[in-house]
C-alpha cells in the first residue's frame, strides 16, 4: 500500500460484491447493502460500468469476491455452532458483514482489523452514508508489515484465552512472505475450536485460460495502484504449512468443489474461480 494511503483495491472487492447484487441470480451472497453503500457502487455507476452481465471476466471476479465471503460466512455459522464467539475480519476492507449479521453473531464480538489508512477511510465513508457501527463491532488498527496482530487486537478487546474465528479474504497476495507468516503463526496460537478461513492465489504456471488472463491484468493494475502482489501460494505447499503449525483439520476448497457447491446448476458466466482459492484450517 502507499504510504499513508487507504487501500484502493479494497474498493473494487465491494464494488463487485454489489455488482453481483444487481446483475447475478440466482444470488450466491445476498448483500443487500452492498449497493449504494459508497458512492462508486450506487446502481447508476454500476449500470454504467457493465451494460451486459455477460461479459466473463467480470462474471468471474463478481463469482469470486461473492464465493469467498459466503464460504467464509458459511464456516462462522458453524463456528458459532460450536460455540466459537469472536470473529476477527483481517484485512476487513469495505466487507459488509457486520451490518447484516445472522441471529448467531449477535452475540459475537466482531473486529475489523485493517491498515490504519484503510480503516479510518472506510469508517468515513460508512458515516457520510449514515451507516452505524454495530454495538458488537470493534476496530482494530493494525500494519500487517510491522506490527502483531496478537498485541494490536489484545489491545483493542480481543480475548487471546478464548476461541476466535479469523478471515483473510483477498489479502495474503499483498503480504509478503514473513508478514504471513507470522499470521499464520498467529492464528496457530489461538485456542482449539479456533478457525483460519483464508484466500489465496496461485502461481501463473497453475493457471490457463481467463484465470491467467485475470491473474495477469490483476497484477499490473494493483501494481499500478502502489499494491503490488507479494504473494503466491499453492494450495498442497499452504496445507503442509498449516498442518505443521497445528491446525489438526485443513479444507482446501477445490474450484471443482467450490463449483459443485457453490456454481452447480447456473446458466450464465459465473463460475468457480481457479486464480484466487480457499482454505479453511482449524484448531483441534
Ligand atoms: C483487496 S482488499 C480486501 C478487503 C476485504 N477483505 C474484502 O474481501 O472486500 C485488501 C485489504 O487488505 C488490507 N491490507 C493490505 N495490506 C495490509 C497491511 N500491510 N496491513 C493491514 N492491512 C492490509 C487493505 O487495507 C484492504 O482492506
Redesign the pocket.
Known sequence: ?LPGQ??Q??LR??IRRAQHQMLDRPLILYDPIAVDLVPEASEPDILAEFGSSDELLPAMLRAL?AM??RFAEDRLGQAAARGVRQYV?I?????TFPWRQPDFARDMRIFAA??PA?LIWTHRRLRERNVERPPNLTHAP????EQRLAEQLAACGFDLEVPAFCTL???SQ??SGD?LDSLLRFAASLKPESELVLSFAPPDDELAGLDLDDTIRAVARTTELG?PWKSRLRARELTDQLVQLGFGDVFHLSPELAQARYFAGRHDQLRAPRFEQLIAATMK
Request: glycine residues 10%; aromatic residues 6%; without cysteine.
Open positions: 500500500m487507504p487501500s483495491t479494497l472487492s465491494a469476491f469467498r465471503s475480519m484485512g476487513a476492507g469495505l466487507d485493517d491498515h484503510s493494525i500494519d500487517l508489515e479474504l483477498g489479502v499483498y503480504l508478514a499494491e
